[in-house]
């Protein structure tokens, strides 16, 4: 062993004599020699990959995608175009060539940002990178390129030519018409269009304007539209559906068809056919107790009708109570009326019964309104002038129902029921 002080060597458990002496001071320990080491200070470092040249890169291939596609698509094109063709694969180099750039400078930002130091302007590399390639794509599906197509006129042509390109282009309204007519009949045929809609699309065609066989297939469809309104007409005819026909026809009227001379030959046609089938339908409820059913059909069927007054003399016999039959009150000359008979009557009714009674003997009457009524009537004969007419000729029946039905009649009004006197 050594001593710690001095460093001499001193054999096992004893001490160096070094200690006796009070000066001496502990003498540090020489290491061993060992194999030097460099610091770790001075190693040399593997040389870390530059992102900045990436970045770099990657940014000129963003801007040259731009660029190019510019120049392919906006300046360039139409000459690249004429000289490799329209068909040729120019029109998909210039899409092409600029997504390759684009790809390009992506990959290029994406490893750039493996180098800390420029992390942020990398990832805005990779957005200039996806954004240029959206441009082009956006461009490529929403604008594509269309080269112009040549006229085909050459100046060094003949002049026949030139005129000939002229005389084209004055035949253009012409088959612009023609196309207008065609589109008509087609949208008429697919049943897109109804008797007035293409009635008022043959009105924008100007009929003089067409020449030959144009002109004869404006004729043959108008007259096609026409039949096939008439047997439209014909066939709800069939099934007696006549307020469908004054309801189409006056639809069509309203729609500005007025003047039509088809329109007014179906109303004169059907209106009177319409009229006896009121009449008759109007009796039938009348006769079943439906008296106010009957009447709203009539009063329905008045905005349909260009005779109004037939229908309103239609309303007014229903109103009266004497479509049911040929009297009001079939037996007021052989029994005694009592209040419950008439309570139910209208005022109008109450009068023509009255006046019924007396109709049975032959009287005429003043009012052109009775008179009409009972002409009406089979069982009527007018004879008797009202002034020659003799209250003597009635029944005690007769005398009392009068006077029962005349005294209701001015119990419901003052002055009792205002016939027409004229």
């Known amino acids: 062993m050594y001593c710690r002080y001095c460093g001499k060597p001193i054999p096992d458990g004893e001490t160096c004599s070094c200690r006796k002496e009070q000066n001496t001071q502990p003498v540090k320990m020489q290491p061993q020699s060992s194999p030097e080491r460099k610091s770790p200070v001075l190693e040399k470092r593997p040389k870390k990959s530059n992102g900045k040249s990436l970045l770099i890169a990657s940014f000129g291939c963003s801007i040259w995608m731009i660029v190019l596609f510019l120049l392919l698509r906006f300046i360039l094109a139409d000459a690249a175009t004429e000289f490799f063709g329209a068909d040729g694969i120019y029109s998909y180099f210039m899409y092409i060539l600029p997504l390759i750039l684009g790809i390009v400078g992506l990959l290029l930002g994406i490893f750039a940002v493996w180098d800390r130091t420029i992390r942020m302007a990398s990832i805005v590399a990779i957005f200039v990178s996806v954004l240029g390639m959206a441009g082009v794509v956006g461009t490529m599906v929403f604008f594509p390129y269309e080269p112009e197509v040549s006229s085909g006129v050459n100046e060094d042509e003949p002049k026949e030519d030139a005129s000939a390109v002229q005389e084209s282009e004055e035949e253009e309204p ?43 297939k404006f004729l043959e469809f ?43 030959d179906l109303r004169e046609t059907y209106e009177p056919e319409y009229i006896l089938y009121l009449d008759t339908e109007s009796r039938k409820l009348a006769e079943a107790g439906n008296q106010k059913e009957a009447v709203n ?23 009266s109570g004497v479509i049911g039959g040929e009297y009001i009150i079939p037996d007021s000359n052989s029994r005694y009326l009592t209040e419950s008979d008439i309570q139910n009557l209208s005022i109008r009714e109450i009068n023509y019964a009255k006046n019924e009674i007396y109709a049975r003997h032959g009287r005429k009457f003043k009012s052109q309104e009775l008179q009409t009524y009972f002409n009406s009537k089979s069982w009527y004969r007018g004879i008797i002038e009202p002034s020659d007419f003799q209250q003597s000729v009635l029944n005690d029946y007769e005398k009392k129902n009068a006077e029962l039905l005349s005294k209701r009649e001015f119990s419901m009004e003052s002055g009792g029921y205002k016939l027409d006197v004229n």
């Open 297 to 319: 059909m009539l009063e329905e069927a008045k905005a349909f009708v260009d005779d109004y007054q037939a229908v309103e003399n239609l309303i007014m016999d229903i109103q």
């Open 174 to 216: 012409e088959q612009e018409k023609s196309t207008g007519l065609n589109e008509v009949i087609k949208q008429y045929e697919a049943g897109n269009f109804d008797y007035i809609q293409a009635k008022e699309a043959l009105k924008k065609i100007e009929e003089e304007a067409l020449e030959g066989e144009e002109a004869e």
């Open 222 to 264: 108008q007259d096609e539209l026409e039949m096939d309104l008439k047997v439209q007409m014909s066939h709800l005819a069939a099934v007696s559906d006549y307020k469908k026909i004054m309801e189409t026809l006056r639809n069509m009227e309203n729609a500005g068809l007025g003047a039509d001379e088809v329109l007014t």
